[in-house]
């Protein structure tokens, strides 16, 4: 099925509707856990971000003009990134596509939005979490590629978020 859709740039106004969709994609991979009991700090974080213009969310639109996927790219400069010119790197976040709607290359279309804005704000890099095979091929196959990053729970029996990420998903989230 073919779909028309138009996307659209989020302001300062959206940042609700960019959480909606966090919630969303964390809660089809049935990760609701890993969120849950911050959903007025994420909202915080996204306000103060889009204050000082390092967030961004890009909406896909049906003819309704309802949002129907969402995509964000963060400038993140931790270390040891910092260390390396341009000194900051994106971090993708917020892809979601509604299920009726997933297959459609929509998910892809907002991404490369994001990397534009990326590359305007100067980062030659973009980074994120795939959870499940299926976001994983999609990125595999726009050109993200694994890294060497890994992960070790310092406090056994506390979960990370790591931990609970990457425990196997429900759903694709794509």
């Known amino acids: 099925m073919d779909v028309l859709y138009t996307i659209r740039q989020g302001t300062l106004k959206d940042v609700d509707l960019a959480v909606a969709f966090r919630w ?28 000082n213009g390092s967030i961004v969310h890009f909406f896909a639109m049906n003819h309704e003009n309802e949002a129907i996927a969402s995509a964000g790219a963060l400038i993140k400069s931790d270390f040891p990134y910092c260390l390396f010119k341009p000194g900051y790197y994106g971090w993708i976040i917020d ?29 030659i890099e973009a980074r994120l979490i795939a959870v499940g095979k299926k976001p994983q091929e999609l990125y595999q196959k726009i050109g993200y590629r694994p890294t060497w990053e890994m992960s070790l729970s310092l406090c056994p029996g506390r979960n990370t978020y790591n931990d609970i990420i990457t425990r196997e998903s429900r759903g694709n989230g794509g």
Do not use: C
């Open 95 to 123: 892809v979601y596509t509604k299920p009726e709607y997933r297959g459609n290359g929509i998910a892809r279309a907002l991404l490369e939005k994001n990397h534009l804005w990326l590359k305007e704000k100067g980062a």
């Open 24 to 51: 969303l994609m964390f809660g089809d991979s049935g990760k609701e856990e890993a969120i849950d009991h911050i959903r007025q700090e994420v909202r915080a974080r996204y306000m103060a971000e889009y204050h």
